[in-house]
């Protein structure tokens, strides 16, 4: 993970706990999703957070969504 997106995570959840007082369970769930996805996106893109295009996203889902067992539904 870039250094730069370790500052924006800790910022983002600051925020998120200031603003709209989210539970520590929350936070901690944001911060893990945010960062699994940082580490993906310096790892196989090249790119930090502030970088991140829609195409990347829908990678990323496609990443993590390999293989499961869901399914779109109607």
Do not use: P, V
Not at 29 to 44: G, I, M, S
Request: hydrophobic share 40%; glycine share 6%; aromatic share 12%.
């Amino acid at each position: 993970m870039i250094e730069t997106d370790t500052q924006l995570l800790d910022e983002f959840c600051d925020h998120l706990w200031l603003e709209d007082g989210l539970s520590k369970n929350t936070l901690e769930a944001y911060r893990r999703d945010l960062r699994l996805y940082a580490e993906w996106l310096a790892r196989e893109r090249k790119l930090g957070l502030l970088g991140t295009r829609e195409q990347d996203l829908s990678a990323y889902f496609a990443f993590r969504y390999a293989g499961s067992k869901l399914r779109a539904t109607s």
